[in-house]
C-alpha cells in the first residue's frame, strides 16, 4: 500500500515538474519571438530605404503580423512614400495599388479641438504622416470610448467620444494606426497654419 501511494506521489511530482518545464519552454519561445520582433522592427529593412521615422506609439507586434501578413501592400505603401515628392501632390484621394492600398492627401488649418472625433476602421490601417506642419492626433483602443456613431461598414469607420493619448505630428515622424487603435487626428497645433497631409490606406487582407 505504502509501495503504490509513494508510485502516486512520485508521478504526480515527475507531472509537475513536466509541466512546469513545458511552460517554462512556451514561455522562453514567446520571449524569443518577441525579441525577434523587435529586432526585425528596429532593423528597419521594412522601409525600403525610406528615411522617415516610425512614432514610438507603433504597435511594434501588430505592424509586425500586418506586414508579414501583407508585405506587397506596405512595401507599396513605403515606397510611394519614398520615391513621391509630397510637397509636390495635390490634395485628393487616388489609388495606387487598387482597393488595397490608397492615398488620401490633405491641405488647409487643422481642427479646433472640440471639433476633433475619435474614430477607427476594420478593413484598413492608415499611414498617416504630416508632410507640412504639426498636428495633435490621439490614439486609444476602442474598448476604452464610447461610441457617438456605429460602424458604417460601406464606410469603413466608427466614431467615438473618450480620452486618449495625444502627440505631435509633424514631418520628422510618421503614425500608424490598427484596426484596434482608434485615433483622433487633425487637430490644430498653431491657430490656423496650414497643414498638409498624407494618410495612406493598407488593407487588413481579412
Known amino acids: 500500500m505504502k509501495e503504490k501511494c509513494h508510485l502516486k506521489l512520485m508521478k504526480a511530482i515527475f507531472i509537475y515538474f513536466l509541466f512546469i518545464s513545458f511552460n517554462s519552454m512556451a514561455q522562453e519561445k514567446n520571449d524569443n519571438i518577441s525579441k525577434k520582433t523587435v529586432q526585425w ?108 456613431e456605429p460602424y458604417d461598414d460601406p464606410k469603413d469607420i466608427a466614431f467615438y467620444t473618450g480620452e486618449g493619448k495625444y502627440y505631435i505630428g509633424d514631418p520628422e515622424q510618421f503614425f500608424i494606426f490598427f484596426p484596434q487603435n482608434a485615433h483622433r487626428p487633425g487637430i490644430k497645433v498653431n491657430d490656423d497654419a496650414p497643414v498638409k497631409k498624407i494618410v495612406i490606406k493598407v488593407r487588413t487582407g481579412e
Request: charge should be negative; glycine fraction near 8%; aromatic fraction near 14%.
Open 41 to 148: 522592427y528596429n532593423g528597419y529593412d521594412w522601409l525600403n530605404g525610406l528615411q522617415l521615422k516610425p512614432h514610438q506609439s507603433i504597435d511594434q507586434k501588430e505592424f509586425a503580423r500586418q506586414y508579414h501578413a501583407n508585405k506587397a501592400w506596405w512595401d507599396i505603401a513605403f515606397e510611394y512614400m519614398r520615391v513621391t515628392n509630397l510637397e509636390d501632390v495635390e490634395p485628393g484621394i487616388f489609388p495606387i495599388h487598387g482597393k488595397n492600398v490608397y492615398v488620401i492627401i490633405t491641405e488647409g488649418p487643422g481642427k479646433n479641438f472640440e471639433q476633433g472625433k475619435w474614430e477607427s476602421h476594420r478593413h484598413y490601417s492608415d499611414i498617416q504622416y504630416v508632410i507640412k506642419g504639426k498636428e495633435w492626433m490621439g490614439i486609444a483602443p476602442p474598448t476604452s470610448l464610447t461610441v457617438t
